[in-house]
């Protein structure tokens, strides 16, 4: 076995990696990633850039279909699903390109593996090859959690890692979860042209993280649609039939010409020889750090299965930690405020507390809310739809949440993300002079 030493070696090309092997290598470092399969991680492959890359498509198609609010006679809307699909794996493409240029001659192609401790260095063997780094990055991701439901491991179901490729557009379409891809992915169907969108899930409401007022909003949205909801059920057993499947749901059947699996994450972690190290992932997979991200020592882990929030914005900011660690730039660590969007039309942009958790914290606030059809730019644009909610501690005249259900939700939901993070009162935006009309005054009405 060929052996040869690097200063920091990383497991997993996601979006943590590239980062770490930009700065590292710019400080003179030997840097190296192992990828086994595709670089760019989930974000690149089959999640951030091509799904809402599709979205995109799908939003088109339901703005053209309500041309006649506008004064539009547009005859008719035909989306063409293989394209689109074409269009979105494109996309994909060519961002993975990009990453492997930039990674260049650092990327090692094959899966790595942990292979303990020798002297002050950490041994990762991939392949033939046999690496000893000062320091290791895991950055393995997370794959489809398929739940236990007799018959489904027989069932060729749809995921979020092969949704891309699956070229026939069904009938009707059964979606198994209630969590952010499945709200995502059931609008882009029904927008396709499924006639039959089911979205079926154990919990009471979807959206379990989310308030109650919030998840209402939106599951009302989807089913003014066409999305239908069957929610507080069991997962009873399916069985397949001639071009398509049946659900056992809390003892109703239920058929369709196809499954989407959207039931939960689990990390990458159980075959990267964790226990070399003495490390043990908990029961879902998950590794536990400290605020720097450490594991143990040497050993660093970034993005989805470090646990915490799952998102791309939040591996990318990993690296910084990572860095601040490595480089010995600076204090950064995960006590930190991190927005996230759900990017159904119109999107939600969230950040801070929900009312649940303001409560279990002990905190007294008080709940401002504005409808988005109180907004000018809303009302001339038709898109009324939604609200905005924001969670005001009383004593201090700080932000502790936001919801932003509406058109621009994504985006504007960084006003308040930004207050927070600069530990600036609500009066700072209060005192703002905000342009008219634009969706941005909402975000100030509120506080008015």
């Avoid at 969590?179 to 029904?190: L, S, T």
């Avoid at 009302?220 to 001639?242: I, P, S």
Wanted: charged share 25%; net charge negative; glycine share 12%.
């Amino acid at each position: 076995m060929t052996s040869s030493t690097c200063d920091v070696f990383v497991i997993g090309a996601g979006q943590s990696a590239e980062e770490i092997v930009e700065r590292c290598c710019g400080k003179g470092m030997r840097v190296l990633v192992a990828e086994r399969k595709h670089p760019g991680g989930s974000c690149v492959n089959f999640g951030c850039t091509p799904n809402k890359t599709v979205i995109e498509s799908a939003r088109l198609a339901a703005l053209a279909r309500r041309g006649a609010e506008f004064g539009i006679d547009i005859p008719a809307v035909s989306p063409d699903y293989a394209r689109v699909l074409e269009l979105a794996h494109q996309k994909a493409l060519e961002s993975r390109e990009g990453v492997a240029e930039r990674f260049g001659e650092r990327l090692v192609h094959g899966h790595a593996r942990l292979a303990g401790r020798e002297g002050d260095k950490i041994a990762v063997e991939v392949g033939d090859r046999r690496y000893l780094a000062s320091r290791v990055v895991l950055d393995v991701g997370t794959r489809s959690l398929m739940p236990k439901i007799d018959g489904l491991e027989t069932i060729p179901c749809i995921t979020a890692e092969n949704w891309l490729y699956e070229h026939t557009l069904p009938r009707r379409l059964v979606l198994l979860g209630g969590g952010y891809i499945c709200v995502e992915m059931c609008q882009f169907y029904r927008r396709m042209g499924v006639e039959e969108v089911t979205v079926v899930d154990t919990g009471d409401q979807i959206l379990g993280r989310e308030d109650g007022d919030v998840s209402k909003a939106i599951q009302e949205m989807l089913e003014e649609e066409g999305v239908r909801f069957v929610l507080g059920t069991k997962y009873g057993e399916v069985t397949a039939t001639d071009g398509g499947i049946v659900l056992d749901c809390g003892g109703t059947p239920l058929a369709a010409d196809a499954l989407f699996v959207a039931t939960g994450r689990r990390p990458n972690t159980d075959d990267v020889g964790l226990d070399t190290l003495g490390v043990d992932p908990d029961e879902r997979g998950f590794v536990e750090v400290d605020e720097h991200l450490v594991a143990a020592p040497g050993l660093f882990v970034t993005g989805d299965a470090r646990g915490g929030p799952m998102f791309t914005h939040t591996a990318w900011d990993d690296a910084r930690i990572v860095l601040g660690a490595v480089l010995e730039e600076n204090g950064h660590t995960t006590d930190r405020v991190v927005p996230y969007a759900v990017f159904v039309d119109p999107p939600l942009g969230r950040v801070g507390m929900s009312e649940k958790e303001a409560k279990e914290a002990g905190k007294r606030f008080e709940v401002l809310r504005f409808d988005m059809a109180r907004n000018a730019h809303a009302d001339e644009a038709r898109e009324t739809k939604g609200f905005i909610k924001v969670l005001l501690e009383e004593e201090t005249d700080q932000i502790l949440g936001a919801a932003y259900l509406g058109a621009a939700g994504a985006d504007l939901i960084h006003v308040y993300s930004l207050l927070m993070v600069a530990g600036l009162p609500a009066s700072t935006l209060r005192e703002a002079v905000i342009t008219h009309p634009t969706y941005a005054e909402g975000v100030q009405n509120i506080l008015l």
